[in-house]
């Protein structure tokens, strides 16, 4: 089975909310590689967010779909020279197969396609094994650190109270942001 990687509409805000969450909190997040599901508890996003998030200029979220199903998605956002990448999710029993590898590539296609020379994402600290992952894609830790939103319940309930981001940056290759 093959997917097909495209931009997202706002008919796939329902079904982008679920998968999101399902990779990330809770049991069902558990059933894959990597999650946040022992460092927070609530939401990941809202409807509302995922909305705004979509009619914002700059913002792209990519979905992978197969069989008319998302199974995956990523979010780019253009920042003018640079690009900054999150929300990689991918349906936790799909994990493991080379679709989130496939997201971040087309993201980065993307990137380059739009003049950027570098991207640049944030991940919580403590995901050791998702910081691992993105050095082998050839991201590096910039030695940036940036606040969690502690008390923003729209990102979540911590379930400790040391939660930072590490900031991750890529160069791209300059032949293909050229």
């Known amino acids: 089975m093959s997917e097909r990687i495209r931009a997202a509409g706002p008919k796939d805000i329902e079904a982008l909310h679920a998968l999101i ?6 049991d069902s997040a558990r059933r894959g590689w990597t999650h946040e599901a022992d460092l ?3 939401q990941r996003t809202d409807v509302e967010g995922l909305t705004a998030l979509l009619a914002m200029a700059g913002q792209t979220i990519l979905v992978a779909e197969r069989d008319g199903r998302i199974i995956g998605c990523v979010n780019l956002a253009d920042l003018g020279g640079k690009a900054y990448l999150g929300m990689l999710s991918v349906d936790p029993t799909l994990q493991a197969q080379g679709l989130g590898r496939r997201l971040v590539a087309e993201a980065e296609t993307l990137a380059a396609a739009l003049g950027a020379k570098s991207v640049e994402m944030t991940v919580i ?21 940036l606040p969690f939103p502690m008390h923003d319940r729209r990102f979540g309930i911590p379930r400790r109270d040391d939660l930072e981001f590490v900031v991750m940056e890529k160069r791209l290759k300059a032949e293909a942001a050229a």
């Open 21 to 26: 969450e399902g990779a990330y909190r809770g």
């Open 40 to 42: 927070l508890g609530g």
């Open 125 to 145: 600290r403590h995901r050791v094994e998702l910081i691992a992952w993105y050095e082998r894609r050839g991201y590096h830790l910039t030695g940036q650190t």
